[in-house]
């Protein structure tokens, strides 16, 4: 399996400044085939299923604020937001789906400092 | 607009069997793949497995083969997930999710979630 590893664990950032999640994914998630990253970013607030911010590593999914994005290709990724607002608060996963089983990061808690 | 409707909360005694539904509306059933993901309390996500509604093929996580039946019934678009001899360590909110428009297999649309509690 593919094991998914996010640093950190948790994260406080005060507001307007930018926070930084890594995950590092334990074999490559770049299909060479179409040059594409199979992994997805996700935000989860309390009580709340996921929502996907991220896919494909970079791509923004619509209706998702532009202070989120993506970055990274191969086995190392980041999500920044640029600009933290109060309604981001929660936690955040990265999920490869480059093969099953699918795998996902243990998460990172972001709070407000 | 895509929704994934699923049952109630349950609570199950050790041993026994669970069958969650997860109801889909405002598209057609059969053309997007449906994964089961878990989250047992101030836990991480779990893969469980894939079914596709509309040819019927499935794919389990090894850690849940023959514990876990995943089935479709087209003629209601809803998917059913059980889970059987469970344990306390099965207690979870059990998600389902559907694939995207377009190609890939990351979780576009997500039900509400169920709690499972296993619990004598």
């Known amino acids: 399996d593919i094991v998914m590893t996010q640093s950190p664990d948790s994260l406080a950032v005060s507001l307007g400044e930018r926070a930084t999640i890594n995950c590092k994914s334990s074999q490559n998630v770049l299909y060479s085939s179409d040059n594409k990253n199979y992994l997805a970013w996700y935000q989860q607030k309390p009580g709340q299923p996921p929502k996907v911010l991220i896919y494909?590593?970079?791509n923004r999914e619509s209706g998702v604020p532009d202070r989120f994005s993506g970055s990274g290709s191969g086995t190392d990724f980041t999500l920044t937001i640029s600009s933290l607002q109060a309604e981001d608060v929660a936690v955040y996963f990265c999920h490869q789906y480059y093969t099953t089983p699918h795998t996902f990061g243990q998460g990172t808690k972001l709070e407000i400092k | 607009q895509v929704q994934l409707v699923q049952s109630g909360a349950e609570v199950k005694k050790p041993g026994a069997s669970v069958k969650v539904s997860c109801k889909a509306s405002g598209y057609t059933f059969t053309s997007y793949y449906i994964h089961w993901v878990r989250q047992a309390p101030g836990q991480g996500l779990e893969w469980m497995g894939i079914?596709?509604?509309?040819?019927?093929?499935?794919t389990y996580a090894q850690k849940f083969q023959g514990r876990v039946t995943l089935v479709t019934d087209t003629s209601t678009s809803t998917v059913y997930m059980e889970l059987s001899s469970l344990t306390s360590e099965d207690t979870a909110v059990y998600f389902c999710a559907r694939e995207p428009p377009w190609s890939g297999s990351y979780y576009a649309y997500w039900g509400q979630g169920t709690l499972i509690t296993v619990s004598s």
């Open positions: 079914i596709n509604p509309s040819g019927h093929s499935r």
């Open positions: 494909w590593a970079s």
